[in-house]
């Protein structure tokens, strides 16, 4: 059974910063894609920072900002957030992809507040 831990969230100020961390366990045949999404409060779910086979893949609103890296023995995904703005208040969600298993894991999200 594939379970997926998001962890880090919390409240600042705008211009701080956050690293979230991800942790997946369990058995994952093939990953196609990890990463991280985001949910904004009143708006539908988009993506934030992921890595694909093809490479990683950012949102423009949060490129410059933010970085995603992955550390394969520890089964772990982070995303350091930095000069956080008002905007970048949402729930975060990491995701996973097994690609063999055709099968997509969700996390139960960390909220991140940011304040002016």
């Known amino acids: 059974q594939v379970q997926v831990v998001e962890s880090g969230g919390g409240s600042v100020q705008a211009g701080g910063s956050l690293r979230l961390t991800c942790t997946v366990s369990?058995?994952?045949?093939?990953?196609?894609?990890m990463g991280w999404y985001r949910q904004p409060p009143g708006k539908e779910r988009e993506l934030a920072a992921v890595?694909?086979?093809?490479?990683?893949i950012y949102a423009d609103s949060v490129k410059g900002r933010f970085t995603i890296w992955k550390d394969n023995a520890k089964n772990t995904v982070y995303l350091q957030m930095n000069s956080l703005r008002p905007e970048d208040t949402a729930v975060y969600y990491c995701?996973?992809?097994?690609?063999?298993?055709?099968?997509?894991?969700w996390g139960q999200g960390t909220q991140v507040a940011v304040s002016s």
């Open positions: 995701v996973v992809d097994d690609k063999s298993a055709q099968a997509e894991y």
């Open positions: 369990g058995t994952i045949f093939s990953i196609n894609r």
């Open positions: 890595l694909t086979g093809g490479g990683t």
